[in-house]
């Protein structure tokens, strides 16, 4: 009863209250909403006409610093549909004909609640939208449609993606070398680094590292500015975030979006997505597009948001902050939650607070605000001014300054700055070649000097398969710290900071001197305790063997990162990748003998393994004489012809079958220890890696 009573007296009041102010409020705003119009559009002009002229004096000057330019992003009937996974033909709209704009100088929050649309805009308007969405419409910036990239739009996401291992500064300092014109010197790189430095005040924890798995780093607060750092490094004509103060305390979220405020303030386009914020954030932005369910609620003035709402028929009660105010009025979960409550309460007999129940559901006010924006002067003179940008972009912008980086200088950075991280983070390569030297020394001690006896080459023979499934296995080891870089890099390569052919080369590059670390210090322990064929170029060939194996395993590793970016399936995935490829490598049976369909052909010629393998055999085997199984007979040094002719008849016709073990007997062929399996493992290495220029490709 009381609940009814003082609904319906409250709902009365707010009637009389929005019929009242709504008259003057709608007479007054739209008196303001055309000076406003018209006074933005005269400093647009004036500023275009101005920064025209002064781009042409500065565009000899060096290019440290971006000009201080006009620029617009318009956006008009963005919508976004993807393919519901209940049945054919069947899809779900995320952003319903969004329109908009945002200008130089401002800061544009896009509020709404959570699954409302907010990054999906962000994404249609940075032009990163997931490849099962499909946009349509038009995003323009001063006129053109542009991608991210180039250093014009840059975005933050969510969620920070930093390497644990540097500290700020050198963070910083990779990415200004990736990002920056190659023209600029190191004098002025360092300059931006410190600005950039300055403006996030990130001074205090400059030199901190940034903190992983084993070492306890930079805050949350100071993850995200650093995150934001790292984009408005290149100084972008356009910088989007996607909720920056997600998860910060009150000061420093303040602190995040009064940074933001003084980067728009430098001639920048600022648009942000964000959740509840407090009054003191609300005040500071200029703009505000309110979202719902991919609708807009409200597109226009931050501050004549209120207005809109009380002409609507919901005005904010005093003292209340206006985001809450307008997150009550549209958020659907508050229904859920008011009901739950009410129930509850009921239960219990204690009276219910009024402000949960009033005769509208949150779903009945959201459609008559919809309606009402629709129809409203804020809609109509969004497409005004959107119309109006448009003239002005043909008449007066001039292209924008797009960065050109040199590639070699971005390949030595990302080269340098992933041996880095791979140096400083102990699961990328140290644990693993700490267990590679275990796994030989293993294998050294129960293969001691195998010898020459009329049973060393069955011996020989088993040694090989412990040696190479073990080693080969062992390096899904490495998925973990690969995956923890790959987020990183997926991350810039949205972002298109670079290329995926120089990410590529710069991981191989970098993880070089590992993989030569783990082959020889494997190769030595092996080569030396089991005593295989003696001589340095056996040594050696040992050694590059597994060198290239071990470089085919980190490609193998990096397919599947790219394909199952899921940690604990990574792993599981890695494994059965590489069981699959030793399986024909002749270990387990002679090549001859594989079921011909798949295993043999062509399995036994695709896996890398039987190569290696097939060279380790040779390697080893050819040229050594054996012990003879009966005492006088000579010693078991080549293949007999008979036994040739035999193997040929076996169809025995490629090079890398010609030495194998079978029914107890080593059959040798005279011939020098080619190199077919390192040829085959650079060939497969280098397939490997195109492969995985072809997948990214194809992904992105
Ligand atoms: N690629 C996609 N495929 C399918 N659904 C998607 C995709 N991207 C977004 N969605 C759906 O669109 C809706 C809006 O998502 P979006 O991430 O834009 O919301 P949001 O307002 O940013 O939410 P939050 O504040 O929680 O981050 C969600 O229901 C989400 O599940």
Redesign the pocket.
Same mark, same amino acid.
């Given at each position: 009863m009381k609940v009814e009573e003082s609904t319906e007296n409250e709902l009365e009041q707010s009637e009389m209250k929005v019929e009242e102010s709504t008259e003057n409020e709608l007479e007054q705003s739209e008196m303001k909403v055309e000076e406003s119009t018209e006074n933005e559009l005269e400093q647009s002009e004036m500023k275009v006409e101005e920064s025209t002229e002064n781009e042409l004096e500065q565009s000899e000057s060096s290019t440290v610093m971006r000009e201080k330019k006009a620029i617009y992003l318009v956006w008009e009937d963005v919508t976004?549909v993807?393919a519901k996974n209940l049945g054919k033909g069947q899809t779900?709209k995320? @952003?319903n004909r969004q329109s908009g704009y945002a200008l130089p100088d401002r800061i544009m929050a896009i509020m709404?609640? &959570?699954? &409302?649309?907010? =990054?999906?805009?962000?994404?249609a308007l940075a032009g990163r939208? &997931? &490849?099962?969405?499909i946009m349509s419409g038009n995003v323009l910036l001063n006129g053109k449609q542009r991608k991210i990239g180039n250093g014009s739009i840059s975005y933050t996401t969510?969620e920070d993606f930093l390497f644990g291992t540097l500290t700020v500064k050198e963070t910083l300092t990779y990415s200004a070398h990736l990002r920056l014109p190659s023209t600029m010197t190191k004098d002025e790189i360092n300059s931006v680094i410190e600005n950039t430095i300055m403006k996030m005040g990130l001074q205090d924890c400059a030199d901190n590292k940034v903190g992983n798995w084993h070492l306890r780093g930079l805050s949350g607060g100071e993850k995200r500015r650093l995150s934001i750092s790292l984009e408005i490094l290149t100084q972008p004509y356009v910088l989007f975030l996607?909720?920056p103060t997600s998860g910060l305390d009150s000061a420093s979220a303040l602190f995040v979006i009064h940074a933001l405020k003084n980067i728009a303030l430098d001639g920048r386009i600022v648009v942000c =997505?964000i959740?509840q914020p407090s009054s003191y954030i609300f005040d500071l932005f200029d703009d505000l597009c309110l @979202?719902s369910s991919?609708e807009t609620i409200y597109f226009g003035e931050a501050k004549l948001a209120v207005k809109f709402f009380a002409e609507a028929g919901f005005p904010c009660p005093t003292r209340r902050n206006p985001s809450d105010h307008f997150l009550r009025c549209i958020n659907s979960d508050f229904d859920k939650m008011a009901s739950t409550l009410l129930r509850s309460l009921r239960d219990s007999a204690v009276s219910v607070p009024s402000n949960f129940e009033t005769s509208f559901t949150t779903e009945d006010i959201k459609a008559k605000l919809i309606e009402k924006y629709r129809s409203s002067e804020y809609s109509i003179n969004t497409r005004k001014k959107i119309r109006q940008i448009a003239l002005i972009n043909e008449e007066l912008m001039s292209g924008l300054i797009e960065i050109r980086i040199n590639w070699w200088k971005q390949l030595y950075t990302l080269t340098i700055r992933s041996f880095v991280n791979m140096i400083r983070d102990l699961g990328y390569f140290w644990v693993r070649t700490f267990f590679y030297i275990l796994i030989s020394l293993g294998a050294g001690i129960m293969y001691f000097d195998v010898g020459l006896s009329n049973s060393a080459f069955v011996t020989r023979a088993k040694c090989y398969t412990y040696v190479y499934d073990f080693l080969i296995c062992l390096s899904v080891g490495g998925l973990p710290s690969f995956l923890e870089e790959w987020k990183v890099s997926y991350h810039e390569l949205l972002n298109r900071h670079y290329g995926e052919a120089v990410f590529m080369l710069s991981n191989f590059f970098a993880s070089f001197i590992f993989l030569v670390i783990m082959s020889l210090s494997s190769g030595t322990i092996v080569f030396y305790m089991v005593k295989f064929h003696l001589g340095f170029s056996h040594y050696c060939y040992l050694c590059m063997n597994f060198f290239f194996c071990f470089a085919i395993m980190e490609s193998v590793a990096m397919i599947v990162a790219l394909l199952v970016p899921n940690f604990l399936m990574g792993i599981g995935v890695s494994a059965f990748a590489v069981m699959f490829l030793s399986m024909a490598s002749g270990l387990y049976r002679p090549l001859p003998d594989l079921p011909k369909f798949f295993w043999r052909y062509p399995m036994a010629y695709i896996s890398f393994t039987s190569w290696a393998v097939q060279g380790q055999f040779k390697n080893d085997m050819l040229g050594l004489e054996f012990e003879p199984f009966v005492q006088g007979e000579p010693k078991i040094q080549e293949i007999s012809a008979a036994a040739e002719k035999v193997l040929r008849e076996k169809n025995f016709e490629s090079p890398c079958l010609e030495t194998f073990v079978q029914e107890g007997k080593i059959w040798l062929l005279k011939e020098k220890p080619t190199s077919p399996s390192i040829i085959c493992s650079r060939g497969s290495c280098i397939s490997f890696v195109l492969a995985c220029i072809h997948v990214f490709k194809i992904l992105f």
């Open positions: 976004a993807v779900r995320l @952003l709404g609640p &959570s699954g &409302s649309g907010k =990054s999906t805009l962000l994404d939208l &997931s &490849s099962n969405v969510q996607d909720e =997505s959740h @979202l991919g």
